[in-house]
């Protein structure tokens, strides 16, 4: 069910020694009050038990060591930004936080409507991003909803991870009175054909910009649609190589240093993005040009 191995390495400084007799690892249910639920394989190896509220690990270290991981503290947490109609009531866009706990066996969901403030920046749940006042979420379905490691995740989930978001909010944004403009005076073409493709090639879009925001971060964002300012790409084959303009523009200008990205990291993540990443990544924040008359 979990990387025990990585849990007994990552919690080293945790770990207590045992002072009982036994020396098999796989003999201390009794000692531990707990049910053997995964054997150690050898002695390099760890054992775990389940004590009920905790999974007891068992290893080798500095001589035999225990480590008691608390099971309300092994959940995952996934943030996803909706743009498409998924069957939720919150009207769309919407922040969508996913809680899932395998040992406890807890699973809940939160959303938040994105919106603009009157300046024209986005609002999670009508609350600024990386402001100081966060938006309420409860998680009463989860037994350890009110615990401080999980608010404490949450805290940073609201402060370092959503803000992130921000340059698919402004697009989506931006995209949207895009599209009620070119509705108003370009209507979709009747043939069926071609609107599967335009509906294709925008599903296409939305989740590849899902994965981006996961790969760059707000500033590496902000850099790259810096670049995107000033470049019109005329046909879809021009697309490919974005990386080539962002050195360019590090070389001459040091954007970089204007907003303390790591330069090398940052093109060496983009060298390895995919043609339908980049196209999507020019869709996202590239500004909005004027339709010649």
């Not at 068992?58 to 743009?83: C, E, N, S, W, Y």
Request: negative net charge; charged residues 30%; aromatic residues 8%.
């Amino acid at each position: 069910m979990y990387d025990w191995d990585a849990l007994w390495h990552e919690h080293a400084g945790y770990r207590t020694g045992y002072t009982g007799e036994k020396n098999d690892l796989n003999e201390l249910a009794e000692e531990l009050s707990g049910t053997l639920v995964h054997p150690a394989k050898d002695e390099a190896g760890v054992a775990v038990y389940d004590s009920g509220d905790n999974y007891v690990l068992v290893g080798h270290g500095d001589g035999m060591q225990i480590l008691d991981v608390p099971k309300h503290a092994l959940f995952d947490i996934t943030l996803r930004f909706i743009t498409e109609d998924e069957g939720a009531v919150t009207p769309l866009p919407y922040v969508e936080i996913l809680v899932d706990n395998l040992a406890t066996g807890d699973e809940a969901v939160w959303r938040g409507e994105v919106t603009q403030g009157d300046d024209g920046a986005p609002l999670v749940a009508g609350c600024p991003l990386r402001g100081t006042l966060q938006p309420d979420m409860p998680f009463t379905e989860l037994s350890f909803g009110r615990g401080e490691r999980f608010r404490a995740a949450l805290h940073q989930l609201w402060q370092e991870d959503i803000p992130q978001l921000k340059p698919l909010m402004e697009a989506w944004f931006k995209g949207e009175k895009a599209r009620v403009m070119d509705s108003a005076s370009q209507p979709l073409p009747d043939d069926i054909r071609t609107r599967e493709m335009l509906e294709r090639y925008a599903e296409i879009v939305h989740r590849e910009q899902a994965v981006l925001s996961r790969l760059f971060s707000d500033n590496e964002l902000h850099l790259i649609a810096e670049v995107l300012r000033d470049i019109h790409f005329e046909t879809a084959a021009s697309c490919r190589g974005v990386w080539l303009a962002v050195e360019a523009r590090l070389i001459h200008d040091e954007l970089d240093r204007k907003l303390e990205v790591d330069a090398q990291a940052l093109l060496e993540r983009m060298k390895t993005l995919s043609f339908a990443q980049e196209v999507a990544m020019i869709e996202a924040l590239s500004p909005v040009r004027p339709q010649p008359d």
